[in-house]
T-cell receptor, first 114, second 114 residues
Framework: DGGITQSPKYLFRKEGQNVTLSCEQNLNHDAMYWYRQDPGQGLRLIYYSQIVNDFQKGDIAEGYSVSREKKESFPLTVTSAQKNPTAFYLC?????????????FGPGTRLLVL | AQSVTQLGSHVSVSEGALVLLRCNYSSSVPPYLFWYVQYPNQGLQLLLKYTSAATLVKGINGFEAEFKKSETSFHLTKPSAHMSDAAEYFCAVSAPAAGNKLTFGGGTRVLVKP
C-alpha cells in the first residue's frame, strides 16, 4: 500500500532536549511538508521541500529544522529553542509543487513535553 | 497574502439533516480551494477540491461545495448527515503566487445527534 508513515505516534520531550519526528512516503512524490496543529486551530506550515536537497521555511520555522537527503524521507527536528513544542505534527506530500496538487497527509505525531 | 475564515468552530446537526459548513477566503488572485476532514487523532483526508474546472464540486462521502467568486466563498454541504460525519473539517486555500503552500482555516467540528 502506498502512503505516508509518521513515527512515533506519541513522543515525549524533556527540557532542553532535541527530538526528531520521522516522515516517510512511498508515493514517489517530489514535495513534502510539515505542519503543526494546536487545539482549536488550523494547521500552520513549518517547513516544506519541493525537491530533494532543497527546503524552505514556512510560517513558523523558528525552533525547528529539517533535512531532505532522500526523496522518500523528510524528518523534522524540534530543537530546544522551540519553547512551546506541545502540538500535533502532521507531515504531507504532493506529486509536485504546483498549487493545484493535492497534499496527502500522514497520521500525525503528538509531541508532549515532560 | 491569502487567508481563510471558517464561520463557527462547532456545528451540531441532527442525523438526516443538512450539513452546511461555511468558508470564506481572501486572495489577490484566483485561488485553488480544498476541504479536508480529520477524525480524532488522525491525519487529514481530502474531501474535494476546486481548481477552476467547475464551480460545483462533488467530493467523497456525499459532500459537495460551490465556489462563488462574487462572495469569495466555498461552503461545504451534505444533504443528509450521518453519524460517521462527526469529525473536524478544514477549508484551505492555495494561490498561484504561494506555490503549493496551503493556508488553512481554523476548522469546524461537527457533532451529529441521533
Amino acid at each position: 500500500d502506498g502512503g505516508i508513515t509518521q513515527s512515533p505516534k506519541y513522543l515525549f520531550r524533556k527540557e532542553g532536549q532535541n527530538v526528531t519526528l520521522s516522515c516517510e512516503q512511498n508515493l514517489n512524490h517530489d514535495a513534502m511538508y510539515w505542519y503543526r496543529q494546536d487545539p482549536g486551530q488550523g494547521l500552520r506550515l513549518i517547513y516544506y521541500s519541493q525537491i530533494v536537497n532543497d527546503f524552505q521555511k514556512g510560517d513558523i520555522a523558528e525552533g525547528y529544522s529539517v533535512s531532505r537527503e532522500k526523496k522518500e524521507s523528510f524528518p523534522l527536528t524540534v530543537t530546544s529553542a522551540q519553547k512551546n513544542p506541545t502540538a500535533f505534527y502532521l507531515c504531507a506530500s504532493s506529486i509536485g509543487a504546483s498549487n493545484q496538487e493535492t497534499q496527502y497527509f500522514g497520521p500525525g505525531t503528538r509531541l508532549l513535553v515532560l | 497574502a491569502q487567508s481563510v475564515t471558517q464561520l463557527g468552530s462547532h456545528v451540531s446537526v441532527s442525523e438526516g439533516a443538512l450539513v452546511l459548513l461555511r468558508c470564506n477566503y481572501s486572495s489577490s488572485v484566483p485561488p485553488y480551494l480544498f476541504w479536508y476532514v480529520q477524525y480524532p487523532n488522525q491525519g487529514l483526508q481530502l474531501l474535494l477540491k476546486y481548481t477552476s474546472a467547475a464551480t460545483l464540486v462533488k467530493g467523497i462521502n456525499g459532500f459537495e461545495a460551490e465556489f462563488k467568486k462574487s462572495e469569495t466563498s466555498f461552503h461545504l454541504t451534505k444533504p443528509s448527515a450521518h453519524m460517521s460525519d462527526a469529525a473536524e473539517y478544514f477549508c484551505a486555500v492555495s494561490a498561484p503566487a504561494a506555490g503549493n503552500k496551503l493556508t488553512f482555516g481554523g476548522g469546524t467540528r461537527v457533532l451529529v445527534k441521533p
